[in-house]
């Protein structure tokens, strides 16, 4: 919707309003796709480094390095929990990518 005729309100929150969107451009919607991309970034480089400490606990464990195995339930734990909000996020964005291209314009 084209709020550019709304200039002329006297409203003053309303003429805000229209001169804010009228001089919006594409670098809000660039740094809030960065953002969201460092964010996925983020939790992609967690769950590696959980998974990589789970696997070293379990190799400590089998070699009898480490006799403790609540260090390695915690670590299998947090790294399944990880790997589970991953794999769900993977699986929204390959939904909405799919809506995205059912799409007609």
Avoid: P
Wanted: zero cysteines; hydrophobic letters at 40%; charged letters at 25%.
């Amino acid at each position: 919707m084209d709020i550019s005729s709304l200039l002329n309100v006297t409203s003053d929150a309303v003429a805000r309003t229209a001169a804010n969107a009228s001089t919006r451009n594409t670098k809000d919607v660039d740094e809030s796709f960065t953002s969201m991309f460092r964010s996925a970034l983020s939790n992609l480089n967690e769950t590696n480094s959980l998974l990589n400490n789970y696997e070293e606990e379990e190799v400590k464990f089998a070699l009898g390095i480490s006799e403790n195995t609540h260090d390695l339930s915690i670590a299998a734990a947090k790294a399944s929990t990880a790997l589970s909000y991953t794999v769900a996020l993977r699986d929204k964005f390959i939904e909405a990518y799919k809506e995205l291209l059912q799409m007609q314009i």
